[in-house]
């Protein structure tokens, strides 16, 4: 149970983040919008194994690539793409 209620908040922050980077909206409104998406996708597939492919690792790489040379830190790209350090560095020798 625990897991599941982590797996859900972490969603809502990433549709919430989602809205208010791409979609410009305030906190407040991108959570509201976050919840409602959560909770519509989850009474229609509720049971159901959700797969989440992993990003392509072509935008990936171009976007460690670019984010090294933009001099971000490791820590902060990893976090911000959700992906682990060996995949940062991976991705980075493949983007060359």
């Known amino acids: 149970m625990s897991q599941e209620l982590d797996t859900a908040q972490r969603m809502r922050r990433c549709i919430t983040r989602a809205l208010r980077e791409h979609?410009?909206?305030t906190d407040g409104?991108?959570?509201?919008?976050?919840?409602?998406?959560y909770h519509e996708v989850h009474a229609d597939m509720s049971g159901q194994e959700i797969y989440l492919p992993q990003q392509r690792l072509d935008r990936g790489a171009a976007e460690v690539k670019r984010a090294n040379e933009?001099?971000?830190?490791?820590s902060?790209?990893?976090?911000r793409l959700h992906i682990s350090r060996a995949t940062y560095?991976?991705?980075l020798n493949k983007a060359g």
Request: charged residues 20%; positive net charge.
């Open 23 to 25: 979609g410009g909206m």
């Open 29 to 37: 409104r991108a959570s509201e919008l976050a919840a409602a998406v």
């Open 70 to 74: 933009a001099g971000e830190p490791v």
């Open 76 to 79: 902060k790209t990893i976090a």
């Open 89 to 91: 560095y991976r991705w």
